[in-house]
T-cell receptor, first 112, second 112 residues
Framework: NAGVTQTPKFQVLKTGQSMTLQCAQDMNHNSMYWYRQDPGMGLRLIYYSASEGTTDKGEVPNGYNVSRLNKREFSLRLESAAPSQTSVYFC???????????FGPGTRLTVT | DQQVKQNSPSLSVQEGRISILNCDYTNSMFDYFLWYKKYPAEGPTFLISISSIKDKNEDGRFTVFLNKSAKHLSLHIVPSQPGDSAVYFCAGLPTGANNLFFGTGTRLTVIP
């Protein structure tokens, strides 16, 4: 089992460019999440999907969109990147109603 | 407003001694609290959890204590090992929710 995989590992964007971060899990989990981690801020939830076909905003959704493509895959899109979106992005998955989440290795994004 | 707080950004402990990491919360409606460990360039990994109806949970060298009246939890690591050096995040799972609220993390350094 690969667990949770994320692509790419690193990305540099110019302000205004768009990109999609990909996430896939092979644990048959219903719920998936996108977080960002910034220095001194911990992990903050951007969007989550409790089950296939549903998505909900988290704490910091502005500037992002998500797609739950199927049960395995949950993508995060930046339509017009801004320097404030420079961060490390983590995808996670879990069973519904269970706190334990499994995280991917992260994507380090720099917006110049 | 941060619902889960870790007020100590860092902690250094000698190998073999006890490490105590602290976490406070402001919302009484958490069902579970969890601790995650994070190494550089990796995603967080689940360490141990505690239900809000318990006051202690133990797993090997790791014990989590919950003091509901003080809205405080702590993670004890005994004995501490150099491989425990990492950033530790506490997180709370609100009642009826799927998403976790994370603290800002404490960097533990275990000195050989």
């Amino acid at each position: 089992n690969a667990g949770v995989t994320q692509t790419p590992k690193f990305q540099v964007l110019k302000t205004g460019q768009s990109m999609t971060l990909q996430c896939a899990q092979d644990m048959n989990h219903n719920s998936m999440y996108w977080y960002r981690q910034d220095p001194g801020m911990g992990l903050r939830l951007i969007y989550y999907s409790a089950s296939e076909g549903t998505t909900d905003k988290g704490e910091v959704p502005n500037g992002y969109n998500v797609s739950r493509l199927n049960k395995r895959e949950f993508s995060l899109r930046l339509e017009s990147a801004a320097p404030s979106q420079t961060s490390v992005y983590f995808c996670a998955s879990s069973e519904v109603g269970v706190g334990e989440q499994y995280f991917g290795p992260g994507t380090r994004l720099t917006v110049t | 407003d941060q619902q889960v707080k870790q007020n100590s950004p860092s902690l250094s402990v000698q190998e073999g001694r006890i490490s105590i990491l602290n976490c406070d919360y402001t919302n009484s409606m958490f069902d579970y609290f969890l601790w995650y460990k994070k190494y550089p360039a990796e995603g967080p990994t689940f360490l141990i959890s505690i239900s809000s109806i318990k006051d202690k949970n133990e797993d090997g060298r790791f014990t989590v204590f919950l003091n509901k009246s003080a809205k405080h939890l702590s993670l004890h690591i005994v004995p501490s090992q150099p491989g425990d050096s990492a950033v530790y995040f506490c997180a709370g799972l609100p009642t009826g929710a799927n998403n976790l609220f994370f603290g800002t993390g404490t960097r533990l350094t275990v000195i050989p």
